[in-house]
């Protein structure tokens, strides 16, 4: 008996080793079945952020052909369109092909545009490349958006055509006239290729599959290259077609389109009645927690192991102690090597824990530290001395407190750990060290009442979560907010102000002439601009503003809430106009630049964002309008203006062949001799309804449709001929556009006019202004070179309102140069303009090129430009614009009585 109670402590340590050994093997267990719920979780919130940014992405790509459809769909109420019938009498021409036709040159991606009647006949069609069209079958869900009656943007089933071979989408809206029937549909058709250049962007994403489809399950585009799914639907029973019927959400497919168990997510396309499915498959989403897992297992099965053959050594030495006393002395001997092998079963359980990729540490019912591992040591920079068992968890707590690995209050965490005894199962919270470290922590209770912490660094999983979702609302080129961003911006900014009645201001802006710029440094050299530009607007904004850019060229600003935001927006605007437009140092070249501001306040110019917005890029048109480099704030007015200006893209094709268009004619006078010496020709437009309308109202609108080079053509043959019947010391000024000069046969017209009117070419002067010189182009000179060299005058128009103007007369031998009217009307009442005008003499005269001053107006202007040295001047105290035959030119002008 004496010997049985000396056995009963060693008996009691084998039953704690066998507990240890079952808690841990349990606490092991729960901890990787824990991981592999954070690991799908952790993928379905990836998939859901993928899915949201590339439904983004789609909706920025397509918002082109959408606002295309709005200008197109817009124009037909303007016209005074009332019924079906009158719809198809204007729009079934050979004339509205060729708008649809340049209306495509604007937008690269479209591929054709049609008009239907509203039972879905085909009205019009312009097609790219020569393309054919699909057959009129093809048309019938057009036919169904008449039925339905929907007014919103419209995408079809995928088309597959004939020739060229490819799959195409339609997106369509209806037509309403003026007293709202409806009276037609216009789409435009995209191939389904155009989406690929999304799925490029996130190759970096391996295996991850990508659909595009409609509400309806219909499969527009996927980047499957093993199975072609255009066309096909989703099957109707499955989870996959149960969320792209809803809109978006996560879901697991057992098959998804290939047969591979996947875990996916899908989000809507703002705007659009699309949905983006995003599916990463399941075994590669568990790929890493199934390593972890395995080597887990591994450890946990070779500590069990020793464990049970620590166990079983342990009873067998037990029986053999009981079976017989006499053989005490070898029974110590074995118990020893028991003893020894028991040491090595632990050591083998410590390699097992401490080779986990977790911390992990067990502590008893009581708080105080059973086993940890080298992992939860080195993730808290503790030394092995200061976690030994027996360590309460307070203590535990201060010690890392003084190494700087936990900053909370100790207490309070104890007390909800002294929770996990009161029913509470889990626990589980992320925290961040001071050293930026995120760490997620589980704490599992066991059934003695104590429990198993498991510590995770998550900090490269955490970022690569945020670096996702910050993609989804910034721009990738410049890392300003992107549309999604500035519309959530938006709606806060209207929410304060309903809350504190201060209204706020949304900036619109772009670069112009940018096409040009960026033509000239290469898009390389233009993404650096676009960079270059963000960080200057950066420094411009205060800290409770937003900036983004929601376009190729086209920054936003929405403006901090305000208590007079038109102040504050007046002052944002001229610091912009300021910074942004001073020089760029572009890969070793200067370059120069201008923007266009257009700014609305709300609530006065709305109270929706797409209100505000459409009213900001109003203002924008406005300040392009008044001759860029300037800011507009919104006025009701613009509305009107721009629906004449769409109006006016149909109407200026026919008024040039219906011959609405005049020639006036204004006298430029020599001072001295008071007579014409030469002769500007300024077009206008005898409009049936608007009557005379000047040519600031439809140049910008001829320039932007293509109509500006035919033109164009028809005032130089038409003044040519009119000036050949003028004194020979009488010479023709006509103007010439950027866009002339860059078409590439102003050489050849300008030899042909002279040609058939046998105007000589000294007596022709071709006014440019200085946008033709902008960013330098090459190609604008040497065009201005050969036009020289027929023998005609090259005068520089409005000099002293560009960006550079005296670096423009080292790049080409001017024979003339204007002075801009703003400096001439100022030129008795400021000192600062008289000098300017001066300075611009003594430079002409020292260049040899002679000086025309522009809106002189009053006598006392004319002594005082022949006291500065000018020589001829041309204003209304000379003379307005007049027809042709009312043109005087051998009397003195600018006389009193010439005057009165």
């Known amino acids: 008996m004496d010997l049985r109670k000396k056995l009963l402590p060693f008996q009691a340590l084998i039953v704690v080793a066998g507990l240890m050994v079952g808690l841990s093997a349990l606490a092991i267990g729960v901890t990787v079945a824990a991981l592999r719920t954070d690991a799908i979780r952790a993928t379905e919130r990836e998939s859901e952020n993928t899915a949201?940014?590339?439904?983004?992405?789609?909706?920025?790509?397509?918002?082109?052909?959408?606002?295309?459809?709005?200008?197109?769909?817009?124009?037909?109420?303007?016209?005074?369109?009332?019924?079906?019938?009158?719809?198809?009498?204007?729009?079934?021409?050979?004339?509205?092909a060729d708008l649809l036709e340049d209306r495509m040159l604007h937008v690269p991606q479209a591929i054709g545009i049609r008009l239907f009647a509203p039972d879905g006949r085909l009205l019009v069609a312009a097609e790219r490349d020569g393309g054919e069209a699909p057959r009129t079958d093809d048309y019938q869900f057009f036919r169904q958006l008449g039925i339905a009656g929907e007014n919103g943007?419209?995408?079809?089933?995928?088309?597959?055509?004939?020739?060229?071979?490819?799959?195409?989408?339609?997106?369509?809206?209806?037509?309403?006239?003026?007293?709202?029937?409806?009276?037609?549909?216009?789409?435009?058709?995209?191939?389904?290729?155009?989406?690929?250049?999304?799925?490029?962007?996130?190759?970096?994403?391996?295996?991850?599959?990508?659909?595009?489809?409609?509400?309806?399950?219909?499969?527009?585009?996927?980047?499957?290259?093993?199975?072609?799914?255009?066309?096909?639907?989703?099957?109707?029973?499955?989870?996959?077609?149960?969320?792209?019927?809803?809109?978006?959400?996560?879901?697991?497919?057992?098959?998804?389109?290939?047969?591979?168990?996947?875990?996916?997510?899908?989000?809507?396309?703002?705007?659009l009645p699309l949905v983006v499915s995003t599916a990463v498959p399941r075994a590669d989403a568990l790929a890493r927690w199934h390593q972890h897992a395995i080597r887990i297992g591994a450890g946990t099965a070779v500590a069990a192991l020793c464990a049970f053959l620590l166990l079983a050594g342990v009873y067998h030495q037990f029986r053999r102690l009981v079976a017989s006393e006499a053989s005490l002395a070898e029974g110590k001997a074995d118990l020893k090597e028991k003893s020894r092998e028991l040491e090595r079963a632990n050591m083998r359980l410590d390699?097992?824990?401490?080779?986990?990729?977790?911390?992990?540490?067990?502590?008893?019912?009581?708080?105080?530290?059973?086993?940890?591992?080298?992992?939860?040591?080195?993730?808290?920079r503790l030394g092995r001395e200061m976690a030994q068992p027996g360590t309460t968890l307070e203590e535990l707590m201060r010690r890392r407190i003084a190494v700087g690995t936990y900053s909370g209050d100790p207490l309070g965490y104890v007390a909800e750990l002294r929770r996990l005894g009161t029913g509470a199962r889990q626990t589980h919270f992320t925290t961040e060290l001071a050293d930026g470290r995120i760490i997620a922590v589980l704490n599992d209770r066991m059934s003695d009442g104590g429990w198993v912490a498991v510590h995770e660094d998550i900090t490269e999983r955490t970022r690569a979560e945020q670096r996702i979702a910050h993609m989804a609302r910034h721009d990738a080129l410049t890392d300003l907010a992107n549309r999604t961003l500035a519309a959530e911006r938006m709606d806060e900014a209207l929410e304060r102000m309903a809350a504190s009645g201060h209204g706020f201001a949304v900036f619109i802006f772009d670069i112009d002439l940018f096409k040009s710029v960026n033509d000239s440094l290469g898009h390389g050299?233009?993404?650096?601009?676009?960079?270059?530009?963000?960080?200057?607007?950066?420094?411009?904004?205060?800290?409770?503003?937003?900036?983004?850019?929601?376009?190729?060229?086209?920054?936003?600003?929405v403006q901090g809430n305000s208590a007079d935001p038109q102040a504050a927006a007046a002052a944002?605007?001229?610091?912009?106009?300021?910074?942004?437009?001073?020089?760029?140092?572009?890969?070793?070249?200067?370059?120069?630049?201008?923007?266009?501001?257009?700014?609305?306040?709300?609530?006065?110019?709305?109270?929706?964002?797409?209100?505000?917005?459409?009213?900001?890029?109003?203002?924008l048109y406005r300040a392009k309008s008044d001759g860029r480099g300037c800011s507009r704030f919104f006025e009701p007015e613009m509305d009107a203006d721009a629906r004449l200006h769409r109006a006016f893209e149909f109407e200026l094709r026919e008024a040039l062949v219906r011959e609405e268009f005049e020639i006036h004619y204004q006298p430029i006078v020599d001072i001295a001799t008071r007579k014409a010496c030469a002769v500007e020709a300024l077009v206008r437009w005898r409009h049936p309804r608007h009557g005379l309308i000047s040519p600031d109202k439809f140049i910008p609108v001829a320039e932007e449709i293509g109509l500006i080079?035919?033109?164009?053509?028809w005032i130089l043959q038409t003044a040519c001929e009119t000036a050949a019947a003028w004194p020979e010391t009488v010479r023709l000024a006509v103007n010439l556009s950027a866009v002339q000069v860059r078409s590439g046969g102003l050489v050849e017209t300008v030899r042909?006019?002279?040609?058939?009117?046998?105007?000589?070419?000294?007596?022709?002067?071709?006014?440019?202004?200085?946008s033709v010189l902008l960013q330098k182009d090459r190609g604008g000179l040497a065009v201005l070179h050969d036009l020289a060299a027929l023998g005609v005058h090259i005068v520089l128009d409005d000099f002293g309102t560009g960006y550079s103007s005296l670096s423009y007369l080292q790049m080409f031998p001017f024979s003339k140069i204007k002075i801009d009217k703003s400096f001439v009307a100022e030129l008795s009442s400021r000192a600062d303009c008289a000098a300017i005008v001066c300075t611009v003499m003594n430079l002409a005269k020292a260049l040899d090129m002679a000086t025309t001053a522009e809106g002189v107006e009053t006598v006392e202007q004319v002594t005082l430009l022949r006291a500065a040295g000018c020589r001829e001047a041309q204003g209304w105290l000379f003379g307005r614009p007049v027809p042709a035959d009312r043109l005087v030119l051998d009397a003195r002008l600018g006389t009193t009585s010439a005057a009165a």
Not at 263 to 269: D, E, F, H, K, Q
Not at 529 to 543: E, H, S
Not at 752 to 770: M, V
Request: glycine share 10%; aromatic share 8%; hydrophobic share 45%.
């Open 351 to 380: 390699a097992a824990l401490n080779n986990m990729s977790h911390g992990l540490c067990m502590f008893d019912r009581t708080g105080r530290l059973l086993v940890c591992n080298d992992r939860y040591l080195r993730m808290y």
């Open 572 to 619: 944002l605007s001229a610091r912009l106009l300021d910074v942004v437009q001073a020089p760029y140092e572009i890969d070793g070249q200067r370059v120069v630049i201008g923007i266009s501001i257009g700014v609305a306040l709300a609530p006065v110019n709305g109270t929706e964002p797409s209100q505000i917005l459409r009213n900001a890029d109003l203002a």
């Open 525 to 557: 050299g233009g993404d650096a601009l676009l960079r270059a530009v963000a960080q200057r607007l950066r420094g411009c904004i205060d800290d409770g503003d937003t900036a983004g850019r929601i376009g190729g060229d086209e920054f936003a600003v």
């Open 709 to 713: 080079v035919p033109l164009g053509e």
């Open 52 to 96: 949201r940014f590339v439904a983004d992405q789609i909706a920025t790509l397509v918002r082109p052909l959408e606002r295309l459809l709005t200008e197109l769909g817009d124009v037909v109420p303007q016209l005074g369109v009332t019924t079906p019938a009158e719809f198809e009498r204007t729009f079934a021409v050979g004339p509205i």
């Open 752 to 770: 042909t006019a002279l040609a058939h009117s046998g105007l000589p070419a000294p007596r022709l002067e071709l006014e440019i202004t200085e």
């Open 153 to 271: 943007l419209y995408v079809s089933p995928p088309i597959l055509t004939a020739r060229p071979k490819q799959w195409r989408v339609y997106l369509g809206r209806r037509i309403v006239g003026t007293s709202g029937t409806f009276v037609g549909i216009v789409a435009v058709a995209v191939p389904v290729a155009y989406f690929d250049q999304i799925y490029a962007t996130y190759s970096r994403f391996g295996d991850r599959a990508f659909v595009i489809a409609r509400r309806d399950g219909t499969i527009l585009a996927t980047n499957a290259e093993s199975v072609s799914l255009t066309g096909r639907r989703i099957p109707g029973s499955s989870a996959w077609y149960d969320v792209v019927r809803a809109g978006g959400g996560p879901f697991r497919s057992p098959g998804f389109f290939d047969g591979v168990p996947r875990i996916a997510a899908a989000a809507s396309v703002p705007g």
